[in-house]
């Protein structure tokens, strides 16, 4: 029997959604993609919840994309790499837009798409040893989706830092960037994280909370759906592009890129 790709739990007001594909990483696939919006709509649905907890099974965030999706890519016309984008760009603003806080909880590497997951949502915990990092360009890609979030978040100049260079940086350097909230050890995130969601069920109001994320998201990003249609545009053009096929087809036979 095959086991879900995400997890679904309620428990005093707070439900949990966990990433289940250790054995790939949490790795993006179309079909994780879909399930994960899906199960962020139905907690936003559910009367018994208050507040939302975004982690994943086994010792990986997510890697982005995996290597069939990658390999998928390659073969789409470019009405099903503009669908495919639109897909990436839904489940983003599902998380971005959602009328219930969403908090993050890293115990792993947060890479390219599971970056922009991991920073996207209203709180993020995450553990020392978490790595962070947008490593698109060093396979001809471009992070078109999730630098529309992330330039709400950090300075222009760290943003083409991380961007351009595709390096991996820690858990203290997000921090610092202003990319998640808090740095907590292994051993306590997970109470840490617990004790955050209760405090908001138990001393605020779920209406207020509703509107407050609502107001810093109508008055910080006025121009998001603007920005995120055109990098749908840009995403699928990319992926279009000769160096992303070459960029793919080094990675998928873990060759050196040559650029």
Known sequence: MTSPLILY????????????RPDKRNAFSPELVSSLTETLLQASDDEEVKVIILKAIGPV????????YLQQLQNN??????????????LFTTIYYLPKVVIAQVEGHAIAGGCGLATVCDVTFAVPEANFGYTEVKLGFVPA????????KTSETIAKKILLTGDLFSAAQALAYNLITYVTNKDEISQKVQDFAQKLCNEASGNALMVTKQLIGQTTNPELEKSLNLAVQINARVRESEDFKKGIASFLSKEKIKW
């Open 9 to 20: 739990t309620v428990a005093d007001r707070i439900a949990t959604i966990s990433l289940n």
């Open 61 to 68: 965030f997510s890697a982005g994309a995996d290597l069939a």
């Open 145 to 152: 989706i999730v630098s529309c979030f992330l330039m709400r």
């Open 77 to 90: 016309t470019h009405e099903e790499n503009v669908q495919d984008s639109q897909n990436l760009k839904t």
